[in-house]
C-alpha cells in the first residue's frame, strides 16, 4: 500500500484482527445517495454476512470497498481502511495491486465473466502473472491444484468456458478469487442464478476452504436463510443504511429492527407449522427522495401517530446505530425508546 | 361447472446438438401425467433443466407436444388447431411468467393491458369496460384502482406488475392458471404477497393453480399437492406435507437437504453426489437418478421404475423406496422414517 493518508485518530479500535473497517461511507450516483454513512467492520477470518434487497446498495458497497466504482458512481464520503491504513484515495496502481492479492470478489454472475475464447487454464495465467512473477508452468500447476480443492478435475485448464456447466464455471471463477491467497473475498450473490443443488455444493466447498485457509468473507445475498447458515456475523442493509447488525445466532432468535423482522417472516418454512405470513406491506423507498426520518419509517407497523412523541422522532429524525444489547446494533428509534 | 384440467401421458422431446443422421433428443417431458383440480394449488418442483416449465407450457398451448393428451371439459385439446378452439382454451387456461418487467408492454399503460383480453374475448360490453379493470385491480391488490390504471408498467414496482399480469391473466375468468416461477424475480419481502393472492385466488374464485418454482419452501406454503420433476419425469407427487416432511424418493430428498436451514447451523450432512441432468438426453433405459443415487439397486441400472402409490395418493418412482406390487418381495425395501 503506498502511504497513508492519516485518518481521522477517532475511538475506533483497529485491533491487529481488523481487516477492513469502513466509516461513515457514502456513495453517490448523481444526486442519488445509494449508500449512505455505512459503518462496517471486517475482521481477520470472519464470515460477515450483508443481507438486503435490491437496490438497498450492498452491491455499491463491494464496488466501493474493491474501488470499481464506475462513474457517476462515486465515494462521496468516509473512509475504507485495510490493515489500518487508509486506502479510499490511494493511486490506481496502488489499487491494482491490492485487489486480488488483498482483497477478491466473485460477482453474481460471474460465470459469465470468464473469456469465451481463452481456455481456463491461461485466464488463471494470465491474472497470475498479472500479479506476481511466476513462470506460466507454475501458474498452470497452481492453478490445477486450486481448481482441485473447488471440486473441478484440473484436466478442466484445457476447457473453454462454453464446455463447463453454469455451476463449475462459479466455481472457476472462485478459485480464481482465491489463487493470490488473499485476506478477504468479496462474494455477491455467488450462487443466486444456480440450482439449489449446486449452490449447497458450492457453499459447503467455500466454507470448508475458509476454515482450512483463514481468509475472510464478506458474503452478500437477500436470501437470509443462508446467512443463518453460512455467516458468523450479519448486517442488514435498507435503502442505503445499515439498520441492524448481530452476530448470526442472536439476529436469528433477538431481531430487533422491524425491517429484520419482517424480512424474517418473509420466508415460509421448510418445517413445522404452516402460518399465514405476512412479509413487508409496500416497497423499498426511491432513494433519490428517501424519506425524512427513518427511511423504514412508511413500511413499518411500529410506526404510528397514536403515540405522538415517538412518531415525530421516526418521521423526523434520522436513527443511528447504537448498541442495544452486548455485541448487537441497531439503528431504530423504538428499540431506543424502549419499544 | 368447472372440472379442473388433466394430462396424461404428456411427452415432449427436442431434438438437440447437430448430428447428421439422427439427432439427440431432449426428453423434456416423459408420460407426464396430472390433474389439477379446482380450488387447489399444485406445485411442480424441480431443478432448472428438469422440465417443469416445458409442461407449463404445454398446458397453456405455447408448445405442441410430442405425444399425449391435455384433456379439458373432457375433451384433449393438446393438438387442437382452429382459432375457435384455441380462444375458446385460452378464455380458461392463462399463464402467469416469471418476469413481470418483459410480460408487459413498455408503451402502454395498466389499463390496456387489462382492456385488451376482455375486448377480444368480447366478455364485458364496451361501456362495462372501466367497471372491469377497476374491479380486476382492487382483487389483485392494486389501488387506488383508477390511479394504477394510468400508469405505465416502469412507474410500477416489480411486485406491481406481477399482479398487473396476474390481473390480466385473471380478465378473461379463467378456471384453470399456470404460474411460472411467479416470484422469483421480485424482491423477498414481496413475495409472500404474490403467494397469499395465489392462495387468496384459489379460493374465492375456485381456480385451479399450476405453480412452477424450484423453491420448495414456497411450494410448501401455497400448495395442496407437489409434483416432484427430475430428467422430464414426475419421480414424486403426493400431498404436500407429506411429500416434504415424509419424502420417499432419493431426489426429493436430495433437493429438500440443499436448501438453506437456519437451523442446522452445521451441517456436513450434505454430500456431494456426481452425475448431472444431462440424464434427460436420449435417456437409456433404467432410473434417470440413479448416477446420483446412494441407495440405487442393480434393477435400477436396466429398468426404468414405474410411478407407484405406497400410500394413498403419495406416489414415487423409485424401485427401492416404491416397488411395484410385483417386485415388492425381491427389493429390500428402505423402512420410511
Known amino acids: 500500500m503506498i502511504a497513508t493518508v492519516p485518518g481521522p485518530t477517532d475511538e475506533a479500535s483497529v485491533t491487529p484482527e481488523t481487516l477492513i473497517e469502513v466509516k461513515n461511507l457514502a456513495v453517490t450516483y448523481g444526486e442519488v445517495r445509494a449508500v449512505d454513512g455505512v459503518d462496517l467492520t471486517i475482521g481477520a477470518g470472519e464470515v460477515l454476512g450483508l443481507a438486503g434487497e435490491s437496490g438497498c446498495g450492498k452491491t455499491t458497497v463491494a464496488n466501493a470497498l474493491m474501488q470499481i466504482l464506475k462513474p457517476p458512481a462515486r465515494i462521496a464520503d468516509g473512509t475504507i481502511r485495510f490493515r489500518g491504513e487508509d486506502i479510499t484515495h490511494d493511486s490506481e496502481e496502488a489499487l491494482r495491486r491490492f485487489r486480488w492479492r488483498n482483497v477478491s470478489i466473485v460477482f453474481q454472475s460471474a460465470m459469465n465473466a470468464l473469456n469465451p475464447v481463452m481456455k481456463v487454464g491461461n485466464q488463471f495465467v494470465d491474472m497470475m502473472r498479472a500479479h506476481e512473477r511466476i513462470s506460466k508452468r507454475n501458474a498452470l500447476k497452481s492453478a490445477g491444484e486450486l481448481l482441485e480443492i473447488v471440486g473441478i478435475d484440473e484436466r478442466r485448464l484445457s476447457s473453454y468456458p462454453h464446455e463447463l456447466s453454469g455451476g463449475m464455471r462459479q466455481r472457476v471463477i472462485i478459485a480464481m478469487a482465491l489463487a493470490l491467497q488473499p485476506e478477504l473475498v468479496i462474494m455477491d450473490e455467488p450462487t443466486t442464478a444456480l440450482d439449489v443443488v449446486v449452490q449447497r455444493e458450492i457453499l459447503q466447498q467455500v466454507r470448508d476452504l475458509q476454515r482450512e485457509r483463514g481468509f475472510a468473507v464478506l458474503f452478500i445475498t437477500h436470501d437470509l436463510s443462508l446467512l443463518f447458515e453460512f455467516a458468523s456475523r450479519i448486517a442488514i442493509m435498507y435503502a442505503g443504511e445499515i439498520v441492524e447488525e448481530a452476530p448470526a445466532r442472536e439476529l436469528q432468535v433477538r431481531a430487533l429492527h422491524p425491517y429484520t423482522e419482517g424480512l424474517l417472516r418473509s420466508f415460509p418454512p421448510l418445517r413445522g407449522p404452516v402460518a399465514r405470513m405476512t412479509g413487508i406491506p409496500g416497497t423499498p423507498p426511491d432513494l433519490a427522495h428517501p424519506p425524512k426520518g427513518c427511511r423504514f419509517n412508511p413500511r413499518c407497523s411500529y410506526c404510528s401517530p397514536d403515540r405522538p412523541e415517538l412518531y415525530a422522532l421516526q418521521t423526523e429524525v434520522r436513527p443511528l446505530l447504537h448498541e442495544a444489547a452486548p455485541d448487537h446494533r441497531v439503528a431504530c428509534h423504538l428499540v431506543e425508546a424502549g419499544r | ?337
Open chain 2, 1 to 337: 361447472m368447472t372440472t379442473g384440467l388433466e394430462v396424461r401421458d404428456l411427452t415432449k422431446h427436442f431434438p438437440v446438438g447437430n448430428g447428421v443422421v439422427r439427432r439427440a433428443q431432449v426428453h423434456a417431458a416423459d408420460d407426464v401425467s396430472f390433474t389439477l383440480r379446482p380450488g387447489t394449488i399444485t406445485a411442480l418442483v424441480g431443478e432448472s433443466g428438469s422440465g417443469k416449465s416445458t409442461v407449463g407450457h404445454l398446458i397453456a398451448r405455447l408448445q405442441d407436444p410430442t405425444s399425449g393428451q391435455v384433456i379439458f371439459e373432457g375433451r384433449d385439446v393438446a393438438t387442437k388447431r382452429s382459432r375457435a378452439d384455441i380462444m375458446r382454451y385460452r378464455s380458461q387456461v392463462q399463464m402467469i411468467f416469471q418476469d413481470p418487467f418483459s410480460s408487459l408492454n413498455p408503451v402502454k399503460t395498466v389499463r390496456h393491458h387489462l382492456a385488451r383480453p376482455l375486448l377480444l374475448h368480447k366478455l364485458v360490453p364496451r361501456g362495462g369496460i372501466d367497471t372491469a379493470i377497476r374491479e380486476l385491480l382492487t382483487t389483485v391488490g392494486l389501488v387506488p384502482p383508477d390511479q394504477i390504471a394510468a400508469k405505465y408498467p416502469h412507474e410500477l414496482s416489480g411486485g406491481q406488475r406481477q399482479r398487473v399480469a396476474i390481473a390480466r391473466a385473471l380478465a378473461v375468468a379463467p378456471t384453470v392458471v399456470v404460474a411460472d416461477e411467479p416470484t422469483s424475480m421480485l424482491d423477498v419481502s414481496i413475495r409472500i404477497g404474490i403467494l397469499n393472492l395465489m392462495l387468496d385466488l384459489k379460493q374465492e374464485r375456485n381456480l385451479a393453480f399450476l405453480y412452477v418454482t424450484h423453491d420448495l419452501a414456497s411450494a410448501r406454503y401455497v400448495a395442496d399437492d407437489v409434483l416432484v420433476m427430475y430428467a422430464g419425469q414426475i419421480v414424486e407427487r403426493g400431498p404436500a406435507e407429506r411429500v416434504l416432511s415424509e419424502p420417499l424418493h432419493p431426489y426429493t430428498e436430495l433437493l429438500l437437504s440443499a436448501v438453506p436451514d437456519p437451523d442446522h447451523t452445521d451441517t456436513g450432512v450434505f454430500e456431494h453426489r456426481k452425475g448431472r441432468s444431462s440424464a434427460a438426453i436420449d435417456p437409456a433405459p433404467g432410473c434417470r437418478f440413479r448416477d446420483r443415487c446412494e441407495i440405487a439397486v442393480e434393477r435400477c441400472s436396466h429398468e426404468t421404475p414405474a410411478l407407484v402409490e405406497v400410500r394413498a395418493t403419495h406416489a414415487a418412482r423409485c424401485h427401492v423406496r416404491a416397488p411395484s406390487p410385483a417386485l415388492r418381495e425381491e427389493v429390500h425395501v428402505e423402512p420410511l422414517r
